[in-house]
């Protein structure tokens, strides 16, 4: 695994920003791929050069537009639609620009710990439950691949490792990029990693055992107070991140609930975060 790609936007600002500071804190140096999803990306790239990059010197660091996608397939699938489902696509077709492994990351995946891309191994496969928001993509996908109901597939986490070959076979496989990326958007919930790993299964391509080790944890949903009857707590929350940053085991945090929504809450995170 040689290289990092992260796909942000202008409302990513502030996880990114903290982002940057863990790369250039723990991670080893390495080459860092950042798409911006923005029609307009001006703002964005002024605001990276100014607040972002000096925290990325020991890295080699490329920044690229999502016009820099747009040799591969016809604009016209996404040019309509949120920038939830373009990231995914970009994601995808990073690997028609590579010939190397790459760990897809969000905004959202923060560092607290050194760490080296080596440590970062793929999960284990768990079956999806009949009622999650990602069943029709993946009852869509196994479909289309001849695999079995009971197929198991890896979280749709990130940290996430993509091969490009593996990535461009699942799109030819298509008939075009196009055709691909045209079937892949008419999902109301698509899961690029959902077919990525169902792809991969059905070619025996994808070789690398999971494992539960605690070395990423993710915060979804926000922690809940039993006691009182389920009411969100944010205070909770913050001593859960809190004891998940000092876990020695835990090397990367994830942040995608109520925390990074509330702008209020954001200077308790930054000062847990082991940044400074």
Known sequence: MQEVLIVTCDRDRWQFLLQCKSIGKFLEPTK?????NEIKPQSWLEWFQEQCQQFLQKHHITVLQREYFFDLFDYFYIHTSGGWKTQQIFKMLYAYKTNESYLVLDSKNWFV????????TPRQRRCIDQKSSWREVFDATIIRLNLPQETACRPILTPYKFEPGIVKDLILSFGSVTNFVSWFMKFKQPGEFIVYDLYAQSIDAETEPGNDL???RNFWYGTFDSI????YSTELDLRQLERTINDPTVKIVGIASRLVQDIALRPQIERLLPLN
């Open 113 to 120: 710990k050194p760490i080296k891309l080596s440590e970062i």
């Open 228 to 231: 009182h009857k389920q009411n």
């Open 32 to 36: 860092v791929v950042v798409v911006i």
């Open 214 to 216: 605690i070395l990423s």
